[in-house]
């Protein structure tokens, strides 16, 4: 079975600290990982994936397989970055992005 | 492009009644997935269509039940409705075959209140 674990309900931080969102999976096979972001009142949207090795707003993230994480950071939070998190895992291979594996998310605000 | 579109936004039903509820794909997507979303147990995958097929299908009994017309409008079905069901539905369309950078986009979701 795969399983995504965001160990943290809610974090806080005020603006210019660096924040870092956990995630932990299990998963047998070969996994793809995501964070997607829901700001507030719009609608679930991709942040990154690992695949692509790409910052996003300033976000990173990047799989450690040994430690079975995917954790996302950024050096210096915005007020912007406020919003819910997810991070979502799906099998490998592009035929199955239509199945996700979703955390509990994360609700991050970022204090003036 | 216009993205996913789902409808109603919004919906009120009795305990043991059935609802319909309505994805309309980014145009060229081929795969529709429905996820439920709740306070509790968060977001859940239901099941996904692919070319008018069933392709993969989540832990949820068959009272939940959807499906993929050819021009990969998808529709979702929850019979017997009971209280627990209440929660946000989304949609979310994607290409569904391997491609660089494809990416899953979401609808706004249905929001269903069963009473």
């Keep these: 079975a795969q399983r995504v674990t965001q160990p943290e309900k809610l974090l806080s931080v005020f603006k210019g600290a660096p924040v870092e969102l956990k995630c932990n999976y299990s998963y047998s096979g070969s996994p793809e990982l995501f964070w997607y972001v829901q700001y507030s009142r719009q609608r679930l949207q991709l942040l990154l994936r690992h695949i692509s090795r790409e910052s996003i707003k300033g976000f990173t993230a990047d799989l450690n397989k040994g430690e079975t994480s995917f954790h996302l950071k950024k050096p210096f939070a915005q007020e912007e970055d406020s919003a819910m998190y997810y991070c979502a895992l799906s099998r490998a291979g592009g035929t199955s992005y239509g199945k996700l594996t979703f955390g509990q998310g994360t609700i991050l605000t970022v204090h003036p | ?37 709740t306070p509790g147990q968060g977001l859940q995958f239901l099941f996904e269509y692919f070319s008018e097929t069933q392709r993969n299908k989540g832990n949820f009994p068959g009272r939940f039940s959807g499906r993929q017309f050819s021009n990969s409008r998808s529709e979702m079905n929850v019979s017997t409705l009971e209280l627990g069901d209440s929660a946000l539905y989304l949609c979310a369309s994607s290409l569904g075959v391997q491609a660089m950078n494809t990416e899953a986009f979401f609808g706004q979701g249905t929001r269903l209140t069963v009473v």
Excluded: E, F, M, N
């Excluded at chain 2, 579109?5 to 795969?31: A, D, E, F, M, N």
């Design chain 2, 1 to 37: 492009k216009a993205g996913v579109t789902q409808t109603p936004r919004y919906l009120i039903k009795t305990r043991g009644q059935q609802v319909t509820l309505s994805c309309s794909p980014i145009s060229g997507h081929r795969s529709v997935s429905w996820y439920q979303q």
